[in-house]
C-alpha cells in the first residue's frame, strides 16, 4: 500500500510560498530583473469567507454558563467585527475533507495524547495562529487570520497589514497595533532583550542589513518596509503558516501583561525586587522578561502561558502544569466561528499524558488513554493498536502522510577527519552509498510498504554500482577482516550516531547492514537525545539518522532540507562562511554556493513565474547531481489514532494539517 499524494510537488511550492493569485501578487525582485508574472500584480486582500448562516452567534454551553452568571460577557461582544469563518476547504483542501458543521463537546469528551516532554505536545504546537492561514503543507488560498486584509508592493519591499478589528487576548484585553509596536520598539531594538536583530527582517532577509521600519498607522493598520526585496521569507516565517513551528509571537505580543516586567514601564526597585522574587540577579530584568513570556515561541506548553499568566491568542488556554499531565481547555475569546455561527473551538478540552521515555508510548494507548495522536506511531505496531479500537473508542486511520520524508541519512562534511573529508567531498562516493542502500527495504520493512521513494536522489539500489564506484575512489584495498581501507592506511568507517528514538534507530540498523555488505564498516552507537546535540555542535558527528523536512524546501522554513547548517549541521562551517561573508567558518566548494545563490533568488521571487519554475528545475537538478543528504522515503503514510466519532478528519493529504487545524475537530452524537 502507498499513499497517493493529491498535489504535485510543484503546486506545493508555488502556494505555499504565500503568492498565490490574489494573496500575495508580488513579484519581489525589481521589475527589471524578473519576467512578467502568469498573474497580475495587485493589491493582496482576504479571499472570500463563508458567511455565517446566523445572524447571532452561539457558543459552547460551558461558555453560555458563566454568561448567564455574569462572569463572562456575551459572546457577540467577545467575537471580533469579522471573526475568521471556518468552512469547507478554508483549513483543509475540499479534496482531502469532507467538511461539517460540528457540534460542541459534551463531559468526558477530551482529545487525549501522549508525549515525553512535560512542557511540549502537538496538542500545544499545533494549537498556535498566524498573521496569515495558508493551510498547512497544502495547496489552497492564503487568507488573513490574525490580520484581515494586506497588501505587498511590486518589489516586495513595502507591505500595508491591517489586524482583525476587535480580536482579543484571551483576557479580554483587544489587541491593537500599540501591541506590535511594543514588539518593535521594546523587544527587537531593545539590545538586551534581542542581542541580535533577526536577519528574515532585515532588508533582503541578509545579516548585517539594515532592519526593517515599522510605521503604525491607527490601532490596526500598520507598514513595514524593507531597503530590499524581502519577500518570501518575511511573509513565510513571521507573518504567515511558512515557520510551521513558531506563531504570531515574533512580531505580536500583550503589551499590557509583559510591559510590567519591562524596565521602560516600571520603576526601577520595583523591577529589581520583581528579579529577586523569582531569583534572578541585580539588573537581570531581561531575564525575568523572558521568563514570563517575552521569549515563548507560541506553540510549547509553558508554564508562562498558562491560564492566569500571559494571554494568548489560540483556542485554548494551558491550565496550571502538573509533571504527569499537561491540560488545555476552551478559550472564551477565540476569534474563529463555523458557517453556522458557532464560536470555535468545538472541543472544551485537551490532554496529554506525560510518560518517560518513548517505549512507553504503545503501553499507554493499548491501556486505553490515548485517543488523539500523530507521527509517534511505529508502522510495525498497527496491527497491535488495530485489535484494541473497539475496546476503547478510538480508530487507527492510514488515510493521511506525513509532511516530512520523514528521516534521512545525513554526512557531516565539516568533520575535521582529513581522510574522511578526502573521500566524501567527491560526489561518486555520495553516489556508491546512494546505490548501497535499498530504499525499498526500508520503505518495506519500516512502514510496512506504505511510501514512496524519494524523487530528490537516483533510485538506484545497486550494490554492484556501488562496489565499482568504491573501488574506483581508491578504497580498493582491505582489511584482514574484509573492511575497506581509506587514504590514511586505517579502516575507513561510517560512524553514526543516533538518538535514542525507535524512528532513527530502525532505518539506521537498516543502512548500517547495507553500507557494510559494500564493505564499509558502519559503528552504529545510540545515545541520549542532548549528548548527541552536544556532540553535533561540536562537529563531532560523522553520520546520522535525522528528521527530514523535505517537503518543505524552498518556501516553508529557515532551516530548509538541503541548508548545510540543518539537522546534522551536516556543512556547519560553510554555513559559518555563507552567514558571515567569509569572517568565519570555512569557505564552501563552488557547488555549496551555488545552493545559497539558487535559495536567495527563491526567496525573492514570485512562484508563479517561468523563472520560479525554472528556479525549482535548477534545484532539483542540483539535488540530483550532488546528492548531500540521502531521504528515507516520501509520501509515507502516518499512523494516526484518533477518536472513533471524530468529525473533520481529513481523509487524504497530511495528517499535520488536520492537526493544524484542530479547532474544527469534533466528536459526533448519535
Not at 536577519?199 to 500598520?222: C, H, I, N, Q, Y
Not at 541519512?409 to 546505490?435: D, T
Request: charged share 25%.
Amino acid at each position: 500500500m502507498s499513499a497517493k499524494p493529491r498535489i504535485s510537488r510543484r503546486q506545493f511550492i508555488q502556494v505555499s510560498a504565500l503568492a498565490t493569485a490574489g494573496a500575495v501578487a508580488a513579484a519581489c525582485v525589481p521589475e527589471a530583473a524578473a519576467p512578467p508574472a502568469t498573474q497580475p500584480v495587485a493589491q493582496a486582500a482576504t479571499p472570500a469567507q463563508p458567511a455565517a448562516a446566523a445572524a447571532k452567534y452561539s457558543e459552547a454551553p460551558s461558555l453560555a454558563a458563566l454568561v448567564a452568571e455574569g462572569n463572562l460577557p456575551p459572546v457577540e461582544e467577545r467575537l471580533p467585527v469579522e471573526p475568521f469563518v471556518v468552512g469547507p476547504g478554508v483549513l483543509i483542501p475540499e479534496d482531502d475533507l469532507d467538511w461539517e458543521v460540528g457540534e460542541y463537546s459534551r463531559e468526558g469528551e477530551v482529545l487525549r495524547a501522549v508525549t515525553t516532554n512535560p512542557t511540549w505536545d502537538y496538542c500545544c504546537q499545533h494549537a498556535q495562529e498566524h498573521f496569515l492561514n495558508t493551510p498547512p503543507h497544502h495547496t489552497g488560498p492564503v487568507t488573513g487570520n490574525i490580520l484581515s486584509s494586506w497588501s505587498v508592493n511590486e518589489d516586495c519591499t513595502e507591505y500595508e497589514f491591517t489586524l482583525r478589528k476587535g480580536i482579543r487576548w484571551s483576557d479580554g484585553v483587544p489587541v491593537t497595533t500599540e501591541d506590535i509596536r511594543f514588539v518593535y520598539d521594546e523587544v527587537l531594538l531593545d539590545p538586551e532583550l534581542t542581542p541580535i536583530f533577526p536577519d528574515k527582517l532585515r532588508a533582503g532577509a541578509k545579516p548585517g542589513a539594515e532592519p526593517m521600519k515599522l510605521e503604525v498607522v491607527d490601532d490596526f493598520a500598520f507598514k513595514i518596509s524593507f531597503g530590499a526585496p524581502n519577500g518570501t521569507r518575511f511573509l513565510a516565517d513571521y507573518m504567515g503558516m511558512g515557520n510551521l513551528w513558531a506563531a504570531y509571537t515574533p512580531l505580536l505580543k500583550p503589551k499590557h501583561y509583559l510591559q510590567q516586567f519591562h524596565k521602560n514601564y516600571v520603576p526601577k526597585e520595583e523591577l529589581e525586587a520583581k528579579c529577586k522574587a523569582a531569583g534572578f540577579g541585580a539588573g537581570e530584568w531581561y531575564r525575568l522578561f523572558q521568563e514570563e513570556g517575552g521569549n515563548w515561541g507560541g506553540m510549547d506548553c509553558e508554564p508562562m502561558a498558562s491560564e492566569g499568566r500571559m494571554p494568548v491568542l489560540r483556542g485554548w488556554l494551558i491550565q496550571p502544569p502538573t509533571p504527569d499531565l499537561i491540560v488545555l481547555k476552551r478559550n472564551p475569546y477565540y476569534w474563529k466561528v463555523d458557517t453556522k455561527g458557532q464560536q470555535l473551538p468545538y472541543v472544551e478540552r485537551m490532554e496529554s499524558v506525560v510518560v518517560s521515555d518513548p517505549e512507553s508510548v504503545p503501553l499507554k494507548i493499548v491501556a486505553g488513554e490515548v485517543n488523539y495522536i500523530r507521527e509517534r506511531l511505529r508502522h510495525t505496531d498497527i496491527s497491535m493498536y488495530k485489535e484494541h479500537e473497539q475496546e476503547y473508542g478510538y480508530r487507527v486511520t492510514l488515510d493521511m502522510v506525513y509532511h516530512n520524508a520523514p528521516v534521512a541519512l545525513y554526512l557531516n562534511f565539516n568533520h575535521p577527519n582529513e581522510a574522511w573529508r578526502q573521500i566524501l567531498w567527491q560526489k561518486e562516493f555520495r553516489y556508491a552509498i546512494n546505490a548501497a542502500i535499498d530504499y525499498q527495504e526500508i520503505i518495506q520493512a519500516l512502514f510496512l510498504g506504505m511510501g514512496k521513494t524519494c524523487p530528490w536522489i537516483p533510485d538506484v539500489s545497486d550494490k554492484d554500482l556501488a562496489n565499482q564506484l568504491l573501488d574506483k575512489l581508491g578504497l580498493d584495498k582491505r582489511d584482514s577482516d574484509g573492511w575497506r581501507i581509506g587514504p590514511d592506511g586505517k579502516r575507513f568507517e561510517v560512524p553514526m550516531d543516533v538518538a535514542t528514538d525507535p524512528l532513527f534507530i530502525k532505518p539506521a540498523e537498516i543502512i548500517r547492514t547495507h553500507l557494510e555488505e559494500v564493505g564499509l564498516s558502519t559503528p552504529l552507537r545510540m545515545m541520549e537525545g542532548s549528548l548527541w546535540t552536544q556532540m553535533r555542535d561540536a562537529n563531532e558527528l560523522y553520520a546520522c539518522v535525522e528528521w527530514c523536512d523535505d517537503c518543505n524546501w524552498p518556501y516553508l522554513k529557515d532551516d530548509y532540507m538541503p541548508d548545510p547548517g540543518y539537522r546534522l549541521r551536516w556543512g556547519m562551517l560553510w554555513h559559518k562562511w555563507m552567514q558571515t561573508d567569509g569572517k568565519d567558518g570555512e569557505e564552501p566548494p563552488d557547488w555549496v554556493k551555488d545552493l545559497y545563490t539558487l535559495y536567495e533568488e527563491m526567496m525573492a521571487i514570485n512562484p508563479d513565474t517561468t523563472r520560479a519554475a525554472e528556479a525549482e528545475k535548477r534545484f532539483a537538478d542540483w539535488f540530483m547531481e550532488y546528492v548531500p543528504l540521502f531521504p528515507l522515503a516520501r509520501d509515507v503514510v502516518d499512523p494516526c489514532i484518533v477518536p472513533v466519532n471524530a468529525g473533520n478528519i481529513a481523509h487524504s493529504g497530511r495528517s499535520s494539517a488536520v492537526w493544524f487545524s484542530e479547532e474544527q475537530i469534533f466528536f459526533k452524537h448519535a
